[in-house]
């Protein structure tokens, strides 16, 4: 006999499927996806493909072999968790690499857990940070826009090494520590209108913010997410750099040079906001933002790592169920108004 769910009122009736939101995640990808692939050609296409396709199997062998439960690969969230995994990757990563983050995500970070909405952790995230662990050389090896553009796609890509290069954080990084100051390594100082638009390198996601932005604009429209935990992030990246680079320009990037390079918005964007990792209130997620933005802009700035975005949203993943314990909802009464 079937078990009954019986839970207290008010029941509140939602037209919002999970299939629904996992598709519009998915779309509002797609300005992100285009871009990667009109910059990156061939390489970012095949990396995008194998994410998702992999993701996808992992989930549908897992559940129908190992867990023998009901498969649930149509609810599009592996294809989003594959889709997310392949933008936070270098457009060059190899095919073995991305199946292992394919692994991770799934097999490790989300069905170990039980499945979509029980896992503590963004598996997308978790399988960037350990192939950035494991494989740090092949994770911080990017390829130039254009190195392989999409009219030249069955080109070999013999020639990629020769194209790689350091992205502005890590270029950041690498100058200061060598004595330079930020004037020295960029003497021509920061084109910003090219960062927006389609002039940023790094990983497959990151080349231009304009498409990300879009995305979130179609998310808010969707209502598919809430704007504190974005804005939250957005908003102590920038009053935080601004305040080091206030302190000592030479030394501390600016404010609107940190959210537009690294995965900044696409961290905060589309990984925190993920309704299973995040806190279920609007002030617990102004909390978890604020927290994501500190702790991004204080690895930029002080730790090993040039790009601190994934390791301060999963850092906050783990300090969830605290923010949901002390940060609760009012209850539906007359004393709560």
């Given at each position: 006999m079937k078990k009954l769910l019986v839970s207290p009122a008010p029941h509140i009736h939602s037209a919002n499927t999970t299939r629904r939101m996992m598709l519009d995640v998915v779309i509002a990808l797609i300005p992100a996806m285009i871009v990667s692939v009109l910059a990156y050609g061939l390489p970012a296409l095949t990396v995008l493909l194998v994410s998702v396709v992999s993701c996808v199997l992992f989930e549908y062998f897992i559940q129908r072999f190992i867990l023998k439960t009901k498969v649930t690969i149509n609810d599009w969230s592996a294809a989003?968790?594959?889709?997310?995994?392949?933008?936070?990757?270098?457009?060059?990563?190899?095919?073995?690499?991305?199946?292992?983050?394919?692994?991770?995500?799934?097999?490790?970070?989300?069905?170990?857990?039980?499945?979509?909405?029980?896992?503590?952790?963004?598996?997308?995230?978790?399988?960037?940070?350990?192939?950035?662990?494991?494989?740090?050389?092949?994770?911080?090896?990017?390829?130039?826009?254009?190195?392989?553009?999409?009219?030249?796609?069955?080109?070999?890509?013999?020639?990629?090494?020769?194209?790689?290069?350091?992205?502005?954080?890590?270029?950041?990084?690498?100058?200061?520590?060598?004595?330079q100051t930020i004037q020295e390594i960029f003497p021509e100082g920061?084109?910003?209108?090219?960062?927006?638009?389609?002039?940023?390198?790094?990983?497959?996601?990151?080349?231009?913010?304009?498409?990300?932005?879009?995305?979130?604009?179609?998310?808010?429209?969707?209502?598919?997410?809430?704007?504190?935990?974005?804005?939250?992030?957005?908003?102590?990246?920038?009053?935080?750099s601004g305040i080091f680079w206030s302190i000592d320009p030479s030394q501390y990037t600016d404010p609107l040079f940190n959210i537009l390079t690294g995965g900044a918005l696409l961290g905060a964007i589309y990984m925190a906001t993920d309704y299973v990792t995040s806190p279920m209130e609007p002030k617990g997620m102004i909390i978890f933002g604020i927290g994501i933005g500190v702790l991004t802009m204080f690895i930029r700035y002080f730790g090993a790592y040039p790009e601190g975005m994934s390791f301060a949203i999963l850092l906050m993943n783990a300090v969830v169920p605290l923010i949901n314990k002390f940060v609760k909802a009012k209850r539906f009464s007359k004393e709560a108004k």
């Open positions: 989003v968790t594959g889709v997310l995994l392949a933008l936070n990757l270098p457009a060059c990563s190899p095919w073995w690499m991305i199946l292992i983050g394919a692994i991770v995500a799934i097999g490790i970070t989300k069905m170990t857990f039980g499945g979509l909405g029980q896992n503590i952790f963004n598996p997308a995230l978790v399988a960037r940070v350990l192939l950035l662990i494991s494989f740090p050389a092949i994770m911080t090896r990017y390829i130039g826009p254009g190195a392989v553009p999409l009219t030249d796609m069955f080109t070999s890509l013999a020639h990629i090494d020769a194209t790689s290069g350091a992205t502005a954080l890590s270029a950041v990084s690498e100058g200061l520590s060598q004595g920061h084109n910003y209108l090219s960062m927006l638009f389609f002039g940023m390198g790094g990983s497959a996601g990151e080349m231009s913010a304009l498409a990300l932005l879009l995305g979130f604009v179609y998310l808010l429209v969707k209502k598919v997410i809430k704007p504190h935990i974005p804005l939250a992030v957005i908003g102590t990246m920038f009053v935080v």
